[in-house]
């Protein structure tokens, strides 16, 4: 599945919105990894392009099917982009 991320016509038929990305897969620098607040790694992905995906993302939460909303299971969303880093500094 990773080696298939690195290919934008399969990434974007699964419904991802790449269209700013600039290459993919996305490689930054290594000041990214001492990032402690999510507030700021939401800016740094926006600012690489990642605006409509992100955004996809918050749009997608909806109400669970079924008894999981009664076991503290009520909301499901998407997934969004996937974040690999070396040593987690922040």
């Known amino acids: 599945a990773l080696a298939a991320s690195a290919l934008p016509p399969l990434v974007m038929a ?8 600039a290459e993919l897969p ?3 620098s290594d000041s990214l990894q001492s990032q ?6 939401v800016e740094t992905l926006k600012k690489l392009g990642l605006a409509e995906e992100l955004q996809r993302i918050i ?7 079924g008894k999981g ?3 503290n299971r009520r909301y499901t969303m998407r997934r969004g982009p996937l974040v690999v880093y070396n040593e987690d500094n922040g």
């Open 59 to 65: 749009d997608s939460k909806k109400v669970r099917a």
């Open 26 to 28: 996305l490689v930054v």
């Open 14 to 21: 699964r419904g991802h919105r790449i269209g700013q990305v």
């Open 36 to 41: 402690t607040k999510t507030k700021q790694a």
């Open 69 to 71: 909303k009664m076991r």
